[in-house]
């Protein structure tokens, strides 16, 4: 079993819905990520958290939007999203952002917009 | 210049024996470490092993190793007697010293490796 749960791990919207994901970590690890990826590619970071506060958003459209609200957990909420959105939505965290730190990664959330 | 270079989009192994997955990476940084994950069909990626550029012997894990050399900036992974378990798609990463405040971590485009019965 994965020790970052994900919720949920499938999820269907249409283009005007508002939906969010969410990352749940209890490993006392002090960075979460975001990552999206499409079938066969390596996996896009989107976001990174470093004790609570966003370090990272790497150009992501404003219809996604993060969210930590403690060390725990991470939210991504989503609102008017296109088609070319639909992908793998992976949530990881380290234990810190050092070059020797490993990610954990859930199960991911397969998303589909309509 | 792509930073982590998998020259393999798919490998074929027979069950019980060893494979090799490529991965050469770029940096100019003396300090970064490398890692390798494992992605089965169901989605989740699975951190296999990790090397760190100071480090002096190869890692490894289990039935896991990482070839190391670090003058022609390769890191394969070997994993030996293959099992059919190990079919999944394979990510080389790389994670920079100058990045470390950053948290990013750079992936290769992955190999697909399929183990035969």
């Known amino acids: 079993d994965t020790e970052v749960t994900q919720t949920p791990k499938h999820l269907v919207m249409g283009m005007t819905n508002k939906k969010s994901l969410k990352c749940e970590q209890h490993?006392?690890?002090?960075?979460m990520y975001w990552y999206k990826q499409k079938a066969k590619k390596p996996p896009e970071l989107m976001f990174v958290?470093?004790?609570?506060?966003?370090?990272i958003n790497e150009s992501v459209p404003s219809r996604f939007s993060p969210e930590c609200p403690n060390s725990s957990l991470l939210n991504l909420h989503l609102h008017a999203l296109q088609p070319e959105d639909s992908a793998l939505y992976l949530c990881?965290?380290?234990?810190?952002?050092?070059?020797?730190?490993?990610?954990?990664f859930g199960d991911g959330t397969r998303l589909s917009i309509l | 210049a792509q930073k982590i270079t998998q020259t393999q989009p798919g490998m074929f192994v027979q069950e019980k024996e060893a494979v090799t997955l490529d991965c050469t990476y770029d940096?100019?940084?003396?300090?970064?470490?490398l890692f390798w994950y494992k992605q089965p069909s169901s989605g989740e990626m699975i951190f296999l092993i990790y090397?760190?550029?100071?480090?002096?012997q190869n890692a490894t894990e289990g039935r896991y190793s990482l070839n190391f050399q670090k003058a022609r900036k390769s890191a394969n992974l070997v994993i030996s007697a293959s099992q059919l378990g190990d079919s999944a798609m394979y990510f080389c990463?790389?994670?920079?010293?100058?990045?470390?405040?950053?948290?990013?971590?750079?992936f290769g485009d992955g190999t697909t490796l399929t183990v035969k019965p």
């Open positions: 990881a965290s380290s234990q810190a952002t050092g070059r020797h730190q490993p990610q954990h």
């Open positions: 490993m006392g690890h002090r960075a």
């Open positions: 958290y470093s004790y609570e506060k966003l370090s």
């Open positions: 940096t100019s940084d003396p300090s970064y470490g």
């Open positions: 090397q760190g550029s100071y480090d002096q």
């Open positions: 990463a790389m994670r920079e010293e100058s990045d470390t405040n950053a948290g990013k971590s750079t």
